[in-house]
Each structure stands twice: as C-alpha cells, then as structure tokens.
C-alpha cells in the first residue's frame, strides 16, 4: 500500500497488444509477484499509451487491457498490496512525457537500439509515438519517484536513458535530488524465454506459428503438447550447466524448467544429467501445466466479470494518481509553468 515507510518504490509496466505469453508470465509478472511480497511499494502498470504506438484495434485494446489485469491477478499481483492501473487513466504520465521531450535529445533517441529494430528500413513511416516512447517511459517510471524496475534486458537501455533524462532534469533546473536515479532489476533464470521452434529467437506473441510459444490462455492439453512437440536435439541433457553452451533449445527447455520450479538451471542438471528428452519433456509438460493451468482458468473467471476489472483499475488509478499528481504539479512548478 502507499505509505511512507517504504523507501524502495517499484515501477514497472506491460503493454496490452495482442495475446500474453510464458514469457511475459516469467520474464515479468512472477518478478512483480516476488517484489510486491518483499518489502517494496509496488505499482504495476498496464501500458495502454504505450500499446497505441503502433496500430491497435479499439476493441482489442480493450480486451488486451483487462485481459493482461486478470493475468496479473491470476498470477497473485493482489490489488490491495499493489498499485494495478492502465497508464490512461492516469493523465500526469502523459503530461511529465511532454515535458521530458523537452529534456530528452534527439541524438540520445536515436541511440535506442529497439526503436532501430522495430523501425528497421521503415523509419520514416512509424509513428513519432514509437520514436518518443523511451521518454514516455522515462515519465512512467519518474513520475512516481520509482527506485527500482524489474525489466528484461531488452529495456535495460530504456532505463539507462531514464537516469540520463533525470540527471539532466535535475541539472537544468538546478533541483540536484527531484527525479531518482532508478535502478533496472534485471535477473531470474528466465528473464528471456525463447521461442519452442528455435531457441535464438525470443517467444514472442507475434511470432509466425502458434506452437512456438505458450499464451497463458492456452489449455493443459495444448501446453503439454506443445511443450511435448517443442524442438530439442539429439543430444542427451548434459552432466554440467557448460554442456548446455551451443545448445539454445536445450538451454532454453531447462531455463523454463528452472523458473517454473522456482529453482536454478544448475539443480534442473544436477536432477537430469544424462536424461533423455523422452523423459525429461513430459516432466517439463507436467510442471509447466500445474503451475499455468491454474492461472490460465483464473483468468477465463476474471475475464467473465470485465466491469468488476474496470473497478479495479479504476481505483488502481485513483491510488496512483494520488502519488503521482503532486509529484507533476512539483515539477510544473520547477519548469516556471504559472498555475493558480
Ligand atoms: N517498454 C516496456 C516494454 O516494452 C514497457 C514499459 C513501458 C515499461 N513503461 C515502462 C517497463 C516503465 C518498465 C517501466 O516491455
């Protein structure tokens, strides 16, 4: 809950396009699960500004947006230990992102190395919502003087440049501590978990087939059968972790095993050195829909009371807003904006 007495504040965020994957689930929302348990305020955050960057369809956005809320509270985000809103709601990122466009250089966006990705030959036909997103999220994060944001490493210089867009902040207006330098989290032995057909591309939920990637709404029957059909290789699982070098599918079968068990890739080996996929697949089957089935029927119930969701946030939204607002109505002072 707010209250004063957290000094480590975490922020972090997911973009509601399209379907959610394991890989959100592990990569993401179980880290945010763990932080809001530890001794964190924690404010999660689904990124609706975010999603529209490139084109979305209104109804799906919708449904996107209160699915990935039942996905966080089937996968045990409580909304009463945690601050659980869509960033619309919350006007004060939207108006510290303008202001940050203001800090933030030309030059420093053109260094974002996933902006480059996503652009790729295309550049001139993007949204300038896709280029300016690195300082939307600056605000997102700065605009509740978060510390710390569980992230995967593809954000990791998305936080870097939020510290640069704080210092210079601080610097420019001469207000040396206003906005943090946050720290990226960046950790777990699943924070990238990749693609079931080739273990050197991420699962994503835009990949080609659908059997290259678990949705968290998939069923035990389809979850076991993909993971039963997923790629391997020829070789049995090896003696030692370093026998996994050059073997992505191998090593991306045993990272998932070891987050979904809550344990390291060491103890995955250590249990099935010299195991065959024919017994290793089904147990990673077996364990994988014990621990996603039940969040995956979670879900489908939640989803069944969407105006219960809408509650939800709604009130997500008050208790953001409710920290968020002076820390806007701050900065406009700091900048010489004349309010009454
Ligand atoms: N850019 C993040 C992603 O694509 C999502 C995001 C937006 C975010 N704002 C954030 C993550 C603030 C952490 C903090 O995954």
Redesign the pocket.
């Known amino acids: 809950m707010a209250d004063a007495a957290h000094t480590r504040r975490v ?5 509601p396009s399209g379907g959610l994957t394991m890989g959100n689930y592990l990569g ?1 929302i179980k880290r945010f699960v763990e932080m809001q348990n530890a001794d964190y305020q924690s404010i999660y ?1 689904v ?1 609706d500004m ?1 999603a529209i960057t490139v084109w979305q369809e209104p109804d799906d956005l919708r449904h996107a947006t209160r699915e990935l809320v039942a996905a966080y509270i089937a996968s045990g985000i409580d909304p009463d230990k945690s601050i659980l809103f869509n ?1 619309s709601q919350v006007s004060a990122h939207a108006e510290l992102g303008w202001v940050f466009n203001c800090v933030a250089r030309v030059g420093w966006m053109n260094r974002m190395t ?1 902006f480059k990705d996503k652009a790729g030959k295309n550049a001139e036909a993007v949204s300038l919502g896709l280029y300016a ?1 690195p300082s ?2 600056a605000a ?2 700065l605009i509740y003087h978060a510390t710390h ?4 490493e ?2 990791k210089q ?2 870097e440049l939020t510290r640069d867009i704080a210092a210079k902040f601080n610097h420019d207006f001469k207000v040396p501590d206003f906005f943090p330098q946050p720290e990226p989290i960046i950790d777990g032995p699943a924070t990238r978990v990749m693609n079931l057909r080739d273990g050197t591309k991420k699962m994503s939920k835009s990949g080609q087939s659908d059997m290259e990637r678990i949705n968290m709404t998939d069923d035990a029957a389809l979850i076991a059968k993909k993971f039963k059909k997923a790629k391997s290789d020829a070789e049995p699982l090896p003696e030692t972790l370093a026998g996994l070098a050059g073997r992505p599918e191998a090593k991306n079968l045993v990272e998932i095993y070891a987050a979904l068990s809550d344990t390291t890739p060491e103890a995955v080996i250590a249990e099935f050195a010299g195991a065959q996929w024919g017994r290793f697949k089904p147990a990673l089957a077996d364990l994988a829909v014990a621990k996603l089935e039940p969040i995956s029927l979670e879900m489908a119930r939640l989803m069944q009371d969407p105006a219960e969701i809408d509650r939800i946030l709604a009130k997500g939204a008050d208790k953001a807003n409710a920290i968020a607002q002076p820390i806007l109505d701050k900065t406009y002072d700091i900048v010489g904006f004349v309010r009454h």
């Open positions: 922020f972090s965020g997911i973009k993401a955050c990124v975010h960033q996933q997103y939307l999220m997102d994060i944001v569980p992230v995967g593809d954000q998305h936080v």
